[in-house]
């Protein structure tokens, strides 16, 4: 009998300790860049936030640690994927319902990692485009500033740099042929060489223009000791440009959207195929670095560099340039 009681005490303690650890755990949820709905998405800015309610039109995920095992369980996210707080500029897309469209697109659920894709219109609402989302379908509501129309690259010849449709997502590559009216194109992913046929309509050719989603740099000032400033070069993905109000967006080389003072962003010219001795501009993480050619590899696709600072290494041709000016 004091066996019996003892063990639906131990019960007892248990369940007052499993619901508080969960009313603890909401000190440990993240939010992420404002979305409408219930998107779940990761903020870079570490705040502590809180678990979104009937009230919340915040994005916001539950950290896996966080929750006690089978304590609550957390419905799959639902609704329309909005970026809430789009600072501009307001463009209406020039597109039809049904053309394939290169769009700018949250990555999981909400807006502070992006992605370029190529796809559908399902219909435009205002100064939206609205996309299906490829998983769940539910919609994706594109600003028209992040959105570009396909268009079918032409002259193309065997060696171009270009970004192609790959994997849900965007790849670099270089055209090793163009019969039958499909590009064939070879790229890396996941360390593998590979390789498509795809239609003129799936390829941007990278020329060393700003086009949409093509690399760019873009250049901030890093404050040094005795008061002087030092200019440095970033490295991102070009979205769209607004010289009346001086601002232009890019995509930083994480996947974060920026928006940058017009004079700061400067195309890159990653579609040169470099020669070993060729000075050039690395984009290593978050910064360009000075290098030289050692090796090409993998016809092109890959060069081996040695940079200013000695060290050696191996890099995709997307991330290396001619010296930015």
């Known amino acids: ?3 019996r009681r003892l063990v639906r005490s131990a019960a007892v303690c248990l369940s007052l300790c499993a619901l508080a650890a969960l009313a603890a755990c909401e000190d440990e949820i993240i939010q992420g860049p404002a979305a409408t709905g219930t998107e779940a998405t990761a903020s870079s800015s570490g705040a502590k936030l809180q678990v979104p309610t009937a009230k919340s039109s915040a994005s916001a995920f539950t950290s896996a640690s966080s929750v006690p095992s089978q304590a609550v369980s957390v419905a799959t996210p639902s609704g329309p994927l909005k970026w809430s707080d789009f600072g501009g500029p307001v463009v209406k897309p020039d597109l039809d319902a049904g053309a394939k469209a290169w769009a700018i697109v949250p990555v999981s659920e909400g807006w502070d990692t992006l992605k370029l894709s190529l796809m559908p219109v399902d219909r435009l609402e205002g100064d939206e485009a609205v996309f299906k989302g490829p998983t769940d379908k539910r919609d994706v509501f594109v600003p028209g500033a992040f959105v570009a129309g396909a268009k079918a690259a032409d002259g193309l010849v065997k060696g171009d740099a270009v970004a192609v449709a790959a994997k849900g997502s965007r790849a670099f590559a ?3 042929a163009v019969e039958g009216g499909k590009v064939k194109v070879r790229f890396r992913y996941a360390g593998d060489i590979q390789e498509l046929d795809v239609d003129p ?4 050719k990278l020329d060393g223009t700003l086009k949409f989603g ?5 250049t901030t000032n890093k404050e040094e000791p005795g008061g002087k400033s030092k200019q440095e070069f970033r490295p991102g993905f070009f979205v769209h440009n607004a010289p009346a109000e001086d601002k232009a967006w890019l995509i ?4 974060k959207p920026l928006r940058v003072p017009t004079s700061t962003v400067k195309p890159v010219s990653v579609h040169v195929t470099h020669k070993v001795g060729d000075k050039i501009w690395f984009a290593n993480g978050e910064l360009f670095v000075e290098g030289q050619i050692t090796a090409l590899e993998d016809d092109g696709l890959r060069y081996k560099l040695k940079l200013a600072s000695g060290e050696e290494t191996s890099a995709p041709f997307e ?6 000016k």
């Open 214 to 218: 093509a690399p760019a740099s873009y």
């Open 201 to 204: 309509i799936e390829v941007v």
């Open 252 to 255: 930083t080389s994480s996947g």
């Open 319 to 324: 991330s290396v340039s001619t010296p930015v």
């Open 174 to 176: 270089r055209v090793t």
């Open 1 to 3: 009998m004091n066996q």
